[in-house]
């Protein structure tokens, strides 16, 4: 495996990694800027709007018959805030040219699908007088506003993204990067064409190839297709920390549905960016997120859900571009306070520093096993790599991994100590599931 | 010990081991330059199997049995009562999961594989339970019921998979019910392990960077426990019915908390030949006939989504119930076509009118070979993790099945093969539409 990095364009850069041990070749192209309460909404419209056509694939079918026709290469979408910046990604998977049946094994396909994101990028639906289709960005208004009612059918991501909301209101990390229904219900197709415009004249691109071709044909691939395309490089100011409220905050909201989802967020005051001289100290909040509630036998699991048997899921996450330590449960209703109660009871042994050295030590195991395993996936190493970019660290896996086996009980109560209850946010359900009369007989 | 046999594709550059022993645990081997390591035992026991030693059994009883599998008797494990201990302190990560027709334990690490292999094999061997451990882990089932019953999508899949179904198992939730749950103590589950949880009834599949020789011996080493038992007469429940070629119901309609109409319809198709091959061809043309019509590139998706009748992302699904283990007789097999949409009814009327078109002029050709090289380069895409390999090679042996031998039955699924099986399977008696409204609608 051998990683190169090359310049595509002003505002493009080619991270390239040849890699012959996968079937299919991971091909993505991250869109990375600033997140802004006008700006990231009019983005994730414009990147639904490229996915209906393009100038020679007009029509959403044409597009997908041609992906289709690259061996069934697959085009996914991601559009996620990665602390203060907005990241949306065009990933295209698709099968290596040596497993091919014989009678296609001359097909370029990393030609044709890079040929097809220029298309779509560069070249999207437009009307006579050169402003984008207009049935296309009422079409793509139309299903992002239908996403973003339907957000709430998803009970466990809408509590949490609710949670983010109302913990980091005011912040670029606390916006709705689709935006409102009414904002997007608003959108002219003026706004939106001038909003192409200056993203085609001023972007961030990071485009990761993982896979068997060389980095010269990539970046052939890529001239050939993006080669008239000089946008200026735009900049992302570094993220920063979050900063907790006076006192702690929480808010309840009901909804009709049988499970209640309890989540809590808790904040420290540091983040990759502030961290990025003490790079120990990273590792040693790496570690106690892991065993608070990310293994296997970490507290929430065993003291939450195994021992009280309160929830099916009990877990924590970690997100250092904000510096914040977030829970989610699933809980009957009339369990939430003993549920919040044990949650908190679980972080403040560990502030307390009543830690073994045993469970440090399997959860650096357990974070040894996801860092090897990296190694096997494209789309991890790829992710990973981003961050360590946006984050504006250097570290290889296999650096962060020693430092995250160097770190001590004592570490794993210091930086617990630094998190103050933020914000806690419970949907409360209101409704009697099927059966449960039965089951509470 | 049976010979032996090492199945080979040399233009996929892959290759697995596969033996049976003498306790009849089969077990399957395919070294793979990774650092991962992945093995998995698949048990022959899903939600179906309802039927043990002479009674019928709660419905959910594999899923809570699934559950309890992890546990120990910390007497005999220095106080450790759980597996995962194990699993754990090799910095592991395992888990299992409860289908319609199998439970399937695994584990993934990147390091101490014999040992971990050992613990799995240990785990699946002996049952461990006390009445408090069992009330305890009602309550965490219970939640997991809960969570799958506040999913809309769920719900609606599932209200179209019993609406095609009348008194199938199929029907039936893998968790159980709240109240069928309740009636799970420890004797039922002992029952269900003493009937089910037999070598003879379990795949060992391993993938990552072994020696074949190596993880034999270490097999044979655990195994040599292994209690060869008695058989017990298995089955699923209500072995009398049979399997009715018409959709049960042909509509269903529920009221929940979304922002816009569910619907997923739901189309039986009936008769599942006899035979693994026949069975094989048949499920890969499915796949096919699946992609045909209803893929993003068709017509069907296109039009309703150019007409803005659909939101983006309305998928297709199909499950095929007809491993060998499964009476002709309960064979079952349907699509699942879900999205999300202002109007239910005019997407089941589209879809009749695109159904009648296609009956009029034919499948289109040229869809036809583009959903064989979509399903191709998918197939091809799973070897590219220890974990999809194992599950792979472990759910086809479950049918008596080699993996690799799908390019050659691909090779052969015809026009002709994809038109029948359209014919057969799309016609109106045989379809359903389930429909979750906003509550909203319901005022």
């Known amino acids: 495996m051998t990683e190169t990095t090359r310049t595509l364009n002003p505002a493009a850069t080619l991270r390239h990694t040849r890699d012959g041990r996968f079937k299919t070749a991971r091909l993505s192209l991250f869109t990375v800027m600033p997140a802004h309460p006008d700006g990231s909404p009019l983005t994730t419209l414009l990147f639904g709007i490229y996915r209906r056509g393009s100038e020679h694939y007009p029509r959403l079918a044409l597009l997908n018959r041609r992906l289709d026709e690259l061996y069934g290469t697959t085009l996914t979408i991601r559009n996620y805030l990665h602390g203060d910046s907005h990241v949306v990604v065009y990933t295209a998977e698709m099968p290596e040219q040596a497993f091919l049946p014989p009678a296609d094994s001359h097909m370029d396909i990393l030609g044709g699908v890079m040929e097809l994101l220029a298309d779509m990028i560069l070249r999207p639906l437009r009307d006579g007088d050169g402003c984008l289709r207009r049935a296309a960005v009422e079409a793509e208004k139309t299903a992002l506003c239908d996403s973003l009612r339907s957000l709430r059918n998803d009970t466990r991501a809408y509590a949490g993204n609710r949670l983010r909301e109302i913990m980091c209101a005011g912040e670029p990390y606390g916006l709705s990067i689709g935006g409102t229904v009414e904002q997007v219900e608003a959108m002219t197709v003026h706004e939106v064409t001038n909003h192409h415009k200056a993203l085609l004249n001023a972007t961030r691109m990071e485009v990761f190839y993982t896979g068997r071709a060389s980095a010269e044909t990539v970046a052939a691939a890529w001239d050939k297709a993006f080669g008239g395309w000089n946008p200026i490089l735009i900049q992302t100011p570094p993220t920063l920390p979050h900063k907790p409220p006076v006192t702690p905050r929480a808010h309840t909201e009901d909804m009709e549905v049988s499970q209640g989802k309890l989540c809590m967020g808790w904040s420290c005051g540091e983040n990759f960016t502030t961290l990025r001289d003490r790079p120990d100290e990273l590792a040693a909040y790496t570690v106690c997120n892991e065993l608070f509630g990310v293994m296997q036998s970490s507290r929430l699991f065993r003291h939450v859900r195994e021992e009280r048997g309160l929830c099916y899921f009990c877990d924590s996450a970690l997100d250092m571009t904000k510096g914040i330590l977030w829970v989610s449960c699933g809980i009957s209703p009339e369990s939430r306070a003993e549920a919040e109660t044990a949650i908190r009871a679980e972080l403040t042994t560990i502030q307390e520093g009543n830690i073994t050295p045993e469970e440090v030590e399997l959860a650096k195991l357990s974070l040894r096993n996801a860092y090897r395993q990296m190694g096997d996936s494209q789309s991890s190493l790829e992710v990973f790599a981003l961050n360590r970019m946006l984050g504006g660290t250097h570290d290889t896996p296999e650096a962060e991994l020693s430092r995250i086996m160097a770190v001590t009980p004592a570490d794993v109560a210091r930086v617990a100590k630094t998190f103050v209850p933020d914000t806690v946010f419970f949907l409360n359900g209101t409704a009697r599931g099927e059966g449960e009369e039965d089951y509470d007989d | ?443």
Request: proline share 6%.
């Open chain 2, 1 to 443: 010990m049976t010979d032996p046999i090492l199945h080979t594709c040399e233009w996929l550059e892959e290759s697995y081991t596969e033996v049976r022993l003498p306790c009849g645990l089969r077990v399957l081997i395919c070294p793979k330059d990774r650092h991962t390591y992945h093995a998995a035992v698949s048990v022959g026991y899903g939600s179906m199997d309802r039927f043990a030693g002479g009674r019928t059994l709660p419905m959910g009883t594999a899923h809570f049995l699934e559950h309890k599998m992890f546990e120990r008797d910390p007497a005999l494990y220095g106080g450790s009562d759980s597996f995962d201990d194990d699993f754990a302190a090799m910095g592991a990560e395992s888990n299992a999961y409860t289908s319609h027709d199998r439970t399937v334990y695994y584990f993934s690490c990147t390091d101490s594989f014999a040992e971990g292999l050992k613990t799995l094999l240990s785990m699946v061997s002996s049952l461990y339970v006390t009445p408090e451990s069992v009330a305890r882990e009602r309550g965490i089932i219970a939640e997991e019921i809960r969570m799958n019953a506040d999913d809309p999508w769920e719900r609606c899949s599932a209200a179209a998979r019993t609406a095609l179904f009348g008194r199938h198992p199929v029907r039936e939730e893998i968790c159980g019910s709240l109240s069928s749950i309740r009636r799970i103590t420890p004797a039922v589950l002992r029952e269900a392990f003493d009937a089910f949880y037999r070598p003879d009834n379990m795949i060992l599949t391993v993938c990552g960077r072994v020696d074949t020789e190596e993880v034999l011996s270490v097999v044979e080493a655990a195994v040599a426990g292994f209690t060869v038992k008695e058989p017990l007469p298995v089955g699923i429940s209500a072995p009398r019915v049979r399997v009715s070629p018409a959709a049960f119901t042909p509509r269903t309609e529920s009221f929940r908390q979304v922002a816009k109409p569910l619907f997923s319809i739901g189309i039986k198709y009936p008769d599942p030949p006899a035979g693994t091959e026949a069975l094989w061809k048949r499920d890969m043309t499915v796949s096919v006939l699946c992609e045909t019509l209803f893929s993003h590139a068709g017509d069907f998706y296109s039009d309703l989504f150019e007409r803005g009748l659909v939101s983006p992302g309305m998928s297709y699904g199909f499950l095929v119930g007809d491993s060998p283990r499964l009476p002709a007789s309960f064979a079952y097999g349907y699509f699942d076509l879900s999205g999300e949409c202002d109007d239910p009814d005019e997407v089941m009327a589209a879809f009749l009118a695109f159904v009648e078109k296609i009956r009029e002029s034919g499948l289109p050709r040229e869809d036809f070979e583009r959903a064989k090289r979509v399903v191709y380069a998918d197939f091809v895409a799973t070897f590219d993790t220890t974990e999809d390999i194992a599950s792979l090679l472990g759910s086809y042996a479950a049918d008596g099945l080699c993996a690799y031998d799908f390019f050659d039955v691909m090779d052969n699924i015809t026009y002709r093969d994809a038109t029948e099986l359209f014919h057969k399977a799309f016609r109106d008696s045989q379809y359903t539409l389930s429909v979750i409204l906003p509550t909203e609608a319901a005022d």
